[in-house]
């Protein structure tokens, strides 16, 4: 078999704006012609990139809308989607006749088109269904044109979410830790115990991609799992049976992967730093290795000994062959043409860039079928023997990652056992995948689709279709516009329970639902005649549901179109045919939807500014994701309650007005509070669905603090509260002294903190009114050397819970500034003080001195305590403390400011003002006694030179000793200038009116 090497190709494609970016007024910033893609810096900062691929897909604009629905090229350069399959999608179709291994992979953010080309949506079918499609076309052709050989089509389809492997044909076979990866010296990386099916036609793929697809959506909802996070890998054997020349059976195989990868979007790094429990849930592991994979198979593409990390997530293990094995691959780099997502397309572009130049070493997969099952026998009696023997090998010899280092690293006795007891477990299940291969390679066609067909019926879905077209039904609404619609309950004439399985009773409800917050007895839906009813079960009166934004308080008819929500994560649209008419007013998106849940919980966002676009954004990622952490919280009993914030920008130090959503999470039990970013609390969310799915298993989730998302360490530290120190009178050369309100995150008075700010030398000796007069900063400053010191004096009537209390500062864009810490105690006195110093003060600078401000945070660690009397649960103690389901995060937790924002800087601006006022004032005495003694002296004119002094000199004694000069100016006129003789021309002088 000999092998030949091969370039990794790719294919770039940009696809229109989306309504979001369309909200945001985005403009375009790709380019393409011909094969080479062009990205624009909107900011104009950086020179256009340029990149060149194998096919550049220009998909953003020139298109029209065909009667059917089907996208087509208006204008030649447009790419549709029949375009890209000719390109791509024949050449796998091709190389899988002549027995290559073929994998295609789409990579790129989430929203960036991965989907419409891998899969596609309705009419405009991706590369997957057309595949599909004519493999058995061309198979059905070949049969007619009276072709021998026999073919054999399996299928198989996967997902890898947090490192795990679901099997999408078999959820019933869920096993802890999903299915194990393994290794074979033939069979390469494999999903052990992944449900592979014969299929006989297209129709067959599409039934199974529809199932695959609905399991996916099932477990999605149920785990809380957030589906832009999961890989999924379509698996297509195809294999031909002729005899050879020989008259010996010889199978002619091809193995397709066709891959679609999770979001590349980076994972939010601001607020998130520092989090003991960052990335601990292993989501963003698959692609991170993908990326170190690729950059490893770059260097060793160019010559570098290196080694090549396949093992390091689940993921690349099985993309092994795709990317450095025997594959033919293609990748397609799914791209935004928008200027918000700048950085995230040029990172797409540069991964692409890099991926091309890998090589793969590429083999036709031909080979007589006795010779196959010779070689799986031959394994087999080696590692029987090796096990009979107790010889296990240290490593097994096709583990070839490149890695002779690790591999010459001491190991421990405890560490070697435990290498030897995977050892051994893992040659048991290789030779148990030999023996289930020779059993396959025995069995006829006939016998796998008769094993195929054995199980479970599979829906037909052309048909499920038909009947939604006229009968009352629920279909789901999920963030992944993919997955919304797979989840369909019919609802026929009669009574329809709602609600989870109840094993006591073994009683199963009609429209069966799994997941957070679900009763047994959850709601009823009754269908008489041409109505639909929804209720709530006297059972569970405190069961969640939420119709069109509001709670369901009694038995309502239901229209089309109508939204509702049941429990904490299950979402659906009521579609009545028979209301529907021939309307086609479109149904709620499930952003749409989520925005009026949001709205009817209080949070009210315009949709004027672009700030609010973002904000709305938040609210719908973050609000629903605390009601399932509050719930899964409450079913835990983890003693914690999440609360979503709104909290403006100056409040948290920044400069704007622009508004952060965050979530605060407060522990019930010891009282202590906690302000969360998004990031932080998103990053927390993958670790509460990971644990929370242990205790759903029945497994023991009394993990240490250090794994617990639950959980703050006691000597975190949490922002008391802050306030702004302006700096105008500096920028005046004015000292200030003032007692400021120190507010919380929710603008709520919780002290007061005296500070003062004094004008000084480079090495700190206060400067007095008189030597540091300022009348101009533009003039005065400008290029001159600016000292301050700022003066932290002590904090007063602080909440009495918090311990270890320091206050801390940036100015400018210098380091941070840090008092000492005050043990427990509300009134701490800090006596701190803090030189600064400007070398030449430039325009930026200036500007921050007159319009900028220090934000001053005080610090310190919370005192727990304990309550008093009875032990509650967690669901308990909400309910004392009064807070009812379904009003979680309502509009009480949108801060009501209880101090001013602008208060401090009229405080500050007032004191610059008057002490401004002061300083003219003075300088108008000063003039005043210029006139009067230029009058006593009979004077009618007083020296340039003189006034100049008067006016800027900031030491009283040189404006006395210039006022002293005044009777001595012989040149000044006097009064044989007023009874009309010739003034003297001596000095220049300006007269005095």
């Known amino acids: 078999m000999s092998e030949e090497e091969e370039s990794v190709k790719v294919a770039v494609r940009v696809r229109p704006f989306n309504s979001r970016e369309k909200e945001r007024n985005s403009t375009l910033i790709v380019e393409m012609k011909g094969p080479t893609t062009i990205l624009n810096d909107p900011s104009g900062e950086n020179e256009p990139k340029r990149f060149t691929f194998d096919y550049s897909y220009w998909s953003h604009d020139s298109f029209k809308a065909e009667a059917s629905g089907y996208l087509a090229a208006a204008k030649p350069h447009y790419a549709d989607q029949n375009m890209v399959f000719k390109d791509v999608g024949l050449g796998v179709l091709a190389n899988a006749w002549e027995g290559y291994n073929c994998s295609l992979f789409a990579y790129g953010q989430t929203g960036a088109g991965k989907s419409w080309s891998i899969v596609g949506y309705g009419p405009n079918k991706g590369i997957v269904p057309l595949f599909c499609d004519k493999l058995f076309v061309q198979i059905d052709e070949k049969k007619a044109g009276g072709e021998a050989a026999a073919f054999e089509v399996e299928f198989s389809m996967l997902e890898i979410y947090n490192e795990q492997v679901r099997d999408l044909l078999n959820p019933a076979s869920k096993r802890k830790g999903g299915l194990k990866v393994r290794q074979h010296p033939k069979l390469g990386f494999y999903a052990d115990g992944l449900k592979t099916v014969a299929v006989n036609s297209y129709q067959d793929i599409e039934n199974r991609m529809e199932e695959g697809t609905k399991n996916r959506t099932v477990a999605a909802t149920q785990m809380n799992a957030t589906s832009s996070r999961a890989h999924t890998i379509v698996g297509i054997k195809f294999t031909q049976k002729y005899q050879n020349a020989a008259g010996q059976e010889t199978a002619k195989s091809s193995v397709i992967n066709l891959v679609d990868l999770a979001g590349s979007e980076r994972a939010e790094s601001t607020g998130a730093t520092g989090d003991r429990l960052k990335e601990g849930a292993a989501i963003n592991q698959s692609l991170s290795s993908l990326g170190n994979v690729i950059a490893a198979l770059v260097d060793k593409a160019n010559g570098k000994k290196v080694r090549i990390p396949y093992r390091d997530s689940t993921l690349t293990k099985l993309l092994k062959n795709a990317l450095g094995g025997n594959s033919k691959t293609i990748m397609i780099a799914a791209i935004s043409p928008a200027d918000i997502n700048y950085d995230e397309t040029l990172s797409t572009l540069r991964y692409a860039d890099r991926a091309k130049q890998i090589k793969t070493k590429v083999a036709v997969n ?46 421990s006795k405890e560490e070697r056992e435990r290498i030897r007891k995977e050892l051994e477990e893992e040659m048991q299940a290789r030779i148990l995948a030999s023996e289930q291969e020779m059993e396959e390679m025995k069995k006829t066609w006939e016998e796998k689709m008769q094993q195929s067909q054995s199980g479970p019926a599979v829906p037909d879905a052309s048909a499920a279709k038909k009947e939604k077209e006229t009968t009352p039904h629920l279909y789901n609404l999920n963030v992944d516009p993919q997955l919304t619609g797979m989840i369909v309950h019919l609802l026929k004439p009669g009574e329809h329970l709602v609600g989870s399985s109840n094993e006591e009773s073994g009683e199963t409800p009609c429209i069966l639902l799994k997941g957070l917050n679900i009763h047994h007895h959850h709601a009823a839906l009754l269908v008489e005649g041409d109505k639909v009813f929804l209720d709530r079960c006297e059972a569970s009166p405190d069961a969640k549901i939420i119709v069109n934004g509001e709670p369901l308080t009694e038995k309502e008819e239901l229209e089309h ?164 120190v302006y700096l105008e009178s500096i920028a005046y050369k004015i000292e200030a002294k003032e007692q400021l309100d120190l507010t919380n995150i929710k603008g709520i ?79 701490p006195d800090f006596k701190f003080e803090q030189l600064v110093t400007f070398n030449a003060i430039d325009k930026l600078e200036l500007d921050y001195l007159l319009n900028g401000s220090i934000f001053v945070q005080l610090y310190g660690k919370q005192v727990p305590k304990k309550r008093e009397g009875k032990k509650l649960n967690t669901k308990q103690i909400m309910k004392k403390e009064g807070i009812q389901k379904g009003k979680d995060i309502g509009a009480e937790n949108v801060p009501q400011h209880t101090v001013d924002e602008g208060k401090v800087g009229y405080q500050f601006q007032v004191l610059t003002l008057k002490k401004r006022l002061e300083r003219l004032e003075k300088k108008m005495a000063q003039m005043n006694k ?49 009874n009309g003789q010739p003034q003297s021309q001596e000095s220049s002088a300006c007269t005095l009116l």
């Not at 107790?390 to 002779?404: A, F, M, S, V």
């Not at 529907?580 to 209080?602: D, H, I, L, R, V």
């Not at 004027?608 to 990622?621: H, Q, V």
């Open 366 to 411: 031909e080979d007589p079928t006795e010779k196959l099952i010779r070689e799986l026998q031959e394994e087999n009696e080696k590692l029987k023997k090796l096990l009979e023997s107790g010889g296990i090998p240290e490593k097994l010899d096709d583990d070839d990652d490149d890695d002779e280092e690790e591999d010459a690293k001491p190991v």
């Open 561 to 724: 179109n109508d939204r509702i929500m049941f429990g904490a994560n299950h979402l659906y649209i009521f579609a009545h045919p028979k209301q529907a008419g021939g309307q086609k007013k479109p149904a709620m998106t499930y952003e749409e939807a989520q925005a009026e849940m949001n709205q009817n919980s209080g949070f009210v966002v315009g949709k004027g500014s672009l700030d609010d676009l973002i904000l709305n954004d938040d609210l719908i990622e973050v609000r629903p994701a605390i009601e399932q952490a509050n719930t899964m919280s409450e079913e835990m009993d983890k003693k914690v309650k999440f609360e979503l914030v709104i909290i403006p920008a100056k409040i948290l130090g920044m400069v704007g007005s622009k508004k952060e959503v965050m979530v605060k999470m407060r522990n019930v039990e010891l009282g202590l509070e906690y302000l969360w970013t998004k990031a932080k609390f998103m990053n927390r969310k993958y670790l509460m669905d990971e644990m929370y799915e242990s205790f759903s298993d029945g497994e023991d989730i009394n993990w240490p603090d250090e794994r617990d998302p639950f959980t703050e360490p006691p000597d975190h530290e949490e922002m008391i509260g802050g306030l702004h």
């Open 749 to 827: 008075e919780v002290g007061k903190l005296n500070v003062e700010l004094w004008p000084c030398t480079q090495t700190g000796k206060v400067l007095r009114d008189e030597d540091a007069f300022v009348d101009d900063p533009e003039t005065d400053l400008k290029g001159q050397p600016l000292a301050f010191k700022v003066k932290i004096l002590n904090a007063r009537g602080l909440p009495d819970r918090f311990t270890d209390i320091y206050c801390k500062f940036r100015v400018y864009t210098m380091e941070p500034f840090q008092t000492q810490a005050i043990k427990k105690a509300i009134n």
């Open 930 to 978: 210029v006139v009067d003694v230029a009058e006593k002296s009979s004077k009618m004119r007083v020296k340039t030179e003189t006034i100049k002094t008067v006016l800027r000199a900031k030491n009283p004694d040189a404006v006395e000793k210039a006022i002293k000069t005044i009777p001595k100016d012989k040149g000044a006129g006097d009064n044989e200038g007023v």
